[in-house]
Structures are given as C-alpha cells and as structure tokens.
Nanobody, 118 residues
Framework: QLQLAESGGGLVQPGESLRLSCAAS????????IGWFRQAPGKEREGVSC????????YYSDSVKGRFTISRDNAKNTVYLQMNSLKPEDTAVYYC???????????WGQGTQVTVSS
C-alpha cells in the first residue's frame, strides 16, 4: 500500500523556521516527482514547491521563493520542506504528494498543520 505521512508542523512565531518531512511507505520516493501543497482556511489549495524525478530545477511559488527549500533524502525515503522566515500568511495545512510527474501527483499525505502567530 502506497502511503505518505507528513510531520513537523506546529506553532511558531513569525520569522522562525520549521522543517516538514514527508515519509513514504510502500514505494521508493526517488522514482517519483514530489510536490508540497498547502491549504489555508477558506482558501483553495496552493502549490508551494515541487521537484521532478531528476531533482532538477525545483519549483517554488512566488510567495515562498527564497524562504522555502525542497529536498529529498533517498536513504530515508523522505522528502523535506525547509521553511525559513515564516510569516502569518504561511499558516495552512501542508500536504505532500508524489506521482509520475509534477503535473501528475496521485499519492497524497494526510497533511500537517503549520501555524505562524505571535
């Protein structure tokens, strides 16, 4: 059974950092494209970052560019989203997804809550 499990969310103050993890089971992440998405209350789901199978040219949305970094650790079968200089507008449930390409992500995690508040 293919599963993704996010962790690492929490409550932080503006300017602080968090690292989200997305651990895979039932398949090997290095064979798949990965994406991170988020959804804030009352808003549509937003693509935050994604990386192809070959890990070239990761994508970042304008709202997180320069602050967030996507990476993968194949030995741990885990993908990370390092989030620095967090802002209140980054508050959302964050999801990871995997698939054959960055436009065909079909395995989703359950999400992890990130709250940025003073």
């Amino acid at each position: 059974q293919l599963q993704l499990a996010e962790s690492g969310g929490g409550l932080v103050q503006p300017g602080e950092s968090l690292r989200l993890s997305c651990a895979a089971s039932g398949f090997t992440l290095d064979n798949f494209a990965i994406g991170w998405f988020r959804q804030a209350p009352g808003k549509e789901r937003e693509g935050v970052s994604c990386i192809s199978k070959s890990d070239d040219m990761p994508y970042y949305s304008d709202s997180v560019k320069g602050r967030f970094t996507i990476s993968r650790d194949n030995a741990k079968n885990t993908v990370y989203l390092q989030m620095n200089s967090l802002k209140p507008e980054d508050t959302a449930v964050y999801y990871c997804a995997a698939g054959d390409s960055t436009v065909n992500l079909w395995a989703w995690g359950q999400g992890t809550q990130v709250t940025v508040s003073s």
